[in-house]
């Protein structure tokens, strides 16, 4: 799934704590990590670092995690994965 279209299905909302009210992530700490934890599970995503890229997986994850998202719409536990970048063969070689 292309983030286009996890976002045009599940509605990720736009985070009101920051200076920033254009993000949707919410950082993993603070305010914004105690939001995290008084969501309905089904609608926490996680921004992790894997060894190609970034990516959006389904539920609240720790390692690895950049940070979370919180969408409208709740997924269903499917082992969904969402490609949001992936790192240069530059960044690679190092």
């Known amino acids: 799934m292309t983030y286009e279209e ?13 200076q920033n009210e254009e993000t949707q992530l919410f950082e993993t700490y603070g305010q914004e990590y105690e939001f995290i934890k008084k969501t309905d599970p089904k609608k926490i995503w996680t921004l992790v670092d894997g060894n190609i890229g970034t990516f ?5 994850h720790y390692v690895n995690r950049i ?15 969402v490609l949001d970048m992936l790192y240069g063969e530059e960044e690679n070689e190092e």
């Open 67 to 81: 940070g979370y998202f919180v969408t409208e719409v709740p997924h269903d536990d499917e082992g969904i994965e």
């Open 56 to 60: 959006i997986v389904d539920g609240w």
């Open 6 to 18: 996890w976002e045009e299905k599940y509605k990720p909302i736009v985070n009101t704590f920051g």
